[in-house]
T-cell receptor
Framework: DTAVSQTPKYLVTQMGNDKSIKCEQN?????MYWYKQDSKKFLKIMFS???????INETVPNRFSPKSPDKAHLNLHINSLELGDSAVYFC????????????????FGPGTRLTVT | SQQGEEDPQALSIQEGENATMNCSYK?????LQWYRQNSGRGLVHLIL???NEREKHSGRLRVTLDTSKKSSSLLITASRAADTASYFC????WGGGFKTIFGAGTRLFVKA
């Protein structure tokens, strides 16, 4: 059983297109995240949701729009894709820090490699 | 700016040797976590150390935390070829919501 799953695993698309990446977790976690990992392996937080509500929104172009239909899903939609969007995008989940007051370890999905040509 | 920075960027050792990786950070933290990433895979959580702890062990892993120096180290003893991966430290601190910030990682290569 995959704890955190993402689809698709690979995504190749042209500049200007709109694409979505889906993420689902079956761990019963309340908090979910999206990260971007660039070619130098630097991992940067993009968004964090807790119980379907946005709690962290880093400086990300508004072409990126996360959507959480329920607490087990956090999808990422990207409009007008640019070359610089090429990266590996990771979804993650964790127990809610709001409940215990402490940040917990995160469980990562396998990543989606996005290539914009 | 980046919170956690690992040192060295890359490390190559023989199987059986110990591997030590260091992490430095800039602001106050609630906890510090270490993750491993195998090539082409997602990150896997290894160990979490809270700001009021100084040392923690998990199997062949030993993590230390020095909040006065804002630094942490990860020691892998008796390394194995399967330990070959990138290792990331991540600091969790409050910023309107707990934010976990990852460093750029140390690439460890263990030669059989």
């Amino acid at each position: 059983d995959t704890a955190v799953s993402q689809t698709p695993k690979y995504l190749v698309t042209q500049m200007g297109n709109d694409k979505s990446i889906k993420c689902e977790q079956n761990l019963g976690h309340d908090t979910m995240y999206w990260y971007k990992q660039d070619s130098k392996k630097f991992l940067k937080i993009m968004f964090s949701y807790n119980n379907k509500e946005l709690i962290i929104n880093e400086t990300v172009p508004n072409r990126f729009s996360p959507k959480s239909p329920d607490k087990a899903h956090l999808n990422l939609h990207i409009n007008s894709l640019e070359l610089g969007d090429s990266a590996v995008y990771f979804c993650a989940s964790s127990q809610s820090f709001l409940a215990g007051g402490l940040p917990h370890e995160q469980y990562f999905g396998p990543g989606t490699r996005l290539t914009v040509t | 700016s980046q919170q956690g920075e690992e040192d060295p960027q890359a490390l190559s050792i023989q199987e059986g040797e110990n591997a030590t990786m260091n992490c430095s950070y800039k602001t106050s933290i609630n906890n510090l976590q270490w993750y491993r990433q195998n090539s082409g895979r997602g990150l896997v959580h290894l160990i979490l150390i809270r700001s009021n702890e100084r040392e923690k062990h998990s199997g062949r892993l030993r993590v230390t935390l020095d909040t006065s120096k804002k630094s942490s180290s990860l020691l892998i003893t008796a390394s194995r070829a399967a330990d070959t991966a990138s290792y990331f430290c991540a600091t969790a601190s409050w910023g309107g919501g707990f934010k976990t910030i990852f460093g750029a990682g140390t690439r460890l290569f263990v030669k059989a």
